[in-house]
Structures are given as structure tokens and as C-alpha cells.
């Protein structure tokens, strides 16, 4: 499965502030998918945004998608200690295959 | 959403042997994956899992190395067999699940941390 790229590779902001991290990929995709993962456990899956749709929110997640860019990114807003964690995007090809970036390491100071 | 175990969370094994990772659902569902995550690293897709038939291996990746075991839609097995240290890394299986909405969420297992000594 062909890996996206992601930056930044860390991140580290202060809580309150907002976290914006960016992903592309290379195929045509289906769907693009944001997972968080919290010190090396299993993956919490954040928002699904369709290949078809430009801007999807989730709480304190935005996320856009440009199918013409190949790219995608994820807003965090008002950013808390505990959204301290790697993200990961994750898109779906056409095979049905998941393919991951290479994940954003976010800290959040208190 | 689906609800996934995995057993064990973690295991120290010596190298030459094998290790079987479980896999249980709480649904029903026809696909299931197996990833592996080396330290510091992305995840890197092992195979699907096909229920009924012989495990689907992505490039680099072999029935003999890594067998698989699907006997119905709700539990699979990953057996990482004669370890080497190279194998250290975390093993997740993971879902697809098809909601309301018809979307293909995948969702994953809490992982297996795998350290071979």
C-alpha cells in the first residue's frame, strides 16, 4: 500500500491554540480518514470525509479535502492536554486498500 | 461502530519462536485486516484476513511468516512465526465497517506490542 506523506512530523503548541496538520497521497481515493493514536496504542478513528466532499467538522475537528491538490489537512481548535497524541491520515484507493501517512506527533503544553 | 480484543496487549517472546495474536469482534463483518506498526513508524497494511479462504498478503509479506486464520466473520488470528528481533513492533487488526451512511470506516484493535528478544 503506497504511504502518504504528512507535515509536520511534530508539532507543539500551546493549549488553546489551534493544530493544523497536512496530508496528500498520490491515487485516487474513495475516502480519506483521520485516526489518532495515543502513546504506541490502537488507533481511534477521528472523521471520514468523502472523496466528493470538500469540508467535514467533528466537534473541535475540521477537516478539507482537495481531490485536485491530492491533499487533505486537519484543524484542531482550542487544543487541550489530552489531544497530545500522533494523528494519522489514512486514505482509501479505489482496491479498497488503507494507506497511511507518516503521522504528526502533537503536543499540547499545559 | 465495531468493538475489537485483541490478545495479548503485549508479549516478550525469544527469538526462533512463534506468536499467535488474536483477534475478536463484536459484529459481524466481512472484512478484517492485519497492520503492522514498526517503532517510531506508520502503519503498513500485512494482509486481509478473508474468511473462508487463504489470507490476501500485500507486497513483502508471506503465508509462511506471517499465516493467518479467519473461521468466520467475527475472529481472525495473526501467528508471526520464528521471531526475529526485526519483528519487534506493534500488530493491530482492524475492520471495515459499513455505517448508516454506507462509508468504509475502518476501525482498529487496541494493538499487540511484540518485543522479541
Known amino acids: 500500500s503506497q504511504q502518504g506523506e504528512e507535515d509536520p512530523q511534530a508539532l507543539s503548541i500551546q493549549e488553546g491554540e489551534n493544530a493544523t496538520m497536512n496530508c496528500s497521497y498520490k491515487?485516487?481515493?474513495?475516502?480519506l480518514q483521520w485516526y489518532r493514536q495515543n502513546s504506541g496504542r490502537g488507533l481511534v478513528h477521528l472523521i471520514l470525509i468523502r472523496s466528493n466532499e470538500r469540508e467535514k467538522h467533528s466537534g473541535r475537528l475540521r477537516v478539507t479535502l482537495d481531490t485536485s491538490k491530492k491533499s487533505s489537512s486537519l484543524l484542531i481548535t482550542a487544543s487541550r492536554a489530552a489531544d497530545t497524541a500522533s494523528y494519522f491520515c489514512a486514505h482509501l484507493s479505489n482496491d479498497y486498500k488503507l494507506s497511511f501517512g507518516a503521522g504528526t506527533t502533537v503536543t499540547v503544553r499545559a | 461502530s465495531a468493538v475489537i480484543s485483541q490478545k495479548p496487549s503485549r508479549d516478550i517472546c525469544q527469538r526462533g519462536t512463534s506468536l499467535t495474536i488474536q483477534c475478536q469482534v463484536d459484529?459481524?463483518?466481512?472484512?478484517m485486516f492485519w497492520y503492522r506498526q514498526q517503532p517510531g513508524q506508520s502503519l503498513t497494511l500485512i494482509a486481509t484476513a478473508n474468511q473462508g479462504s487463504e489470507a490476501t498478503y500485500e507486497s513483502g509479506f508471506v503465508i509462511d511468516k506471517f499465516p493467518i486464520s479467519r473461521p468466520n466473520l467475527t475472529f481472525s488470528t495473526l501467528t508471526v512465526s520464528n521471531m526475529s528481533p526485526e519483528d519487534s513492533s506493534i500488530y493491530l487488526c482492524?475492520?471495515?465497517?459499513?455505517?448508516?451512511?454506507?462509508?468504509?470506516?475502518?476501525?482498529f484493535g487496541p494493538g499487540t506490542r511484540l518485543t522479541v528478544l
Open positions: 491515487t485516487s481515493i474513495n475516502n
Open positions: 459484529s459481524q463483518v466481512t472484512m
Open positions: 482492524s475492520v471495515e465497517w459499513q455505517g448508516d451512511n454506507s462509508t468504509d470506516t475502518q476501525y
